[in-house]
């Protein structure tokens, strides 16, 4: 059973910091791999998709990489503003069907 | 371009009474439709999910159960609250295996 882990929970870090997040699955048989952004009460927006062909997706500040064989995913902020603060999901899956499975999120804070 | 509405935003409703969510998908056509629930502290669980008109999958037994009536359109009722039916629902299409993309959710408190 596909099981999706981001660590860590909870992070808070000064403007205009570089940041990693961190996402694991251990099942590395995934179709593909999103990462999402959602803000307190709100939906999810997708901020990219990797596909499991591919080892990373760019937009803007942000940098997505994937390694299948270690069943890793990481999210790269660059120069961390206060507007980039929000949980931010990973979710990968692992069939045509399209159902996601979802990390339990980390919790971004970005303090000005 | 495409865009997902649901309704309503949030609902009070008390133990024992029926529910009813919709999501509705405009801007594509025979898209892929899931409900997820998102507990507090329990991260997104998929409910179900549908690649048509009429064809439901389940993923987590319950008292809840989904439609898909229109090509763009997903409804989640219930017959009979429960206390751990609250939480906030989200509905999301993708076509086929590609990005998915969320509605704006449900808040649904059972008292």
């Known amino acids: 059973k596909q099981e999706v882990t981001q660590i860590p929970a909870a992070l808070s870090v000064p403007e205009g910091e570089n940041l990693v997040l961190n996402c694991s699955f251990t099942d590395s048989a995934i179709y593909n791999l999103q990462w999402f952004r959602q803000d307190p009460g709100k939906g999810l927006t997708s901020l990219l998709l990797i596909q499991s062909s591919q080892r990373e997706q760019t937009s803007g500040r942000l940098n997505a990489s994937l390694d299948k064989s270690s069943g890793r995913s990481t999210l790269y902020i660059a120069a961390s503003q206060p507007g980039d603060s929000a949980t931010y999901l990973c979710?990968?899956?692992?069939?045509?069907?399209?159902?996601?499975?979802f990390g339990q999120g980390t919790e971004l804070s970005v303090k000005p | 371009s495409q865009t997902i509405h649901q309704w309503p935003a949030t609902l009070v409703q008390p133990v024992g009474s029926p529910l009813s969510l919709e999501c509705t998908v405009e801007?594509?056509?025979?898209?892929?439709l899931y409900w997820y629930r998102q507990a507090a502290g329990r991260g997104l669980q998929l409910l179900f999910y549908s690649v048509g008109i009429g064809q439901i999958s389940s993923e987590v037994p319950q008292n809840l159960s989904a439609s898909r009536p229109q090509d763009r359109q997903f409804i989640l009722s219930s017959k009979k609250l429960l206390l751990s039916d609250s939480g906030f629902y989200l509905c999301a299409w993708s076509s086929g295996a590609y990005e998915q993309y969320f509605g704006p959710g449900t808040r649904l408190t059972v008292t």
């Open positions: 801007g594509t056509s025979n898209p892929n």
């Open positions: 979710a990968v899956r692992q069939d045509q069907g399209g159902k996601l499975i």
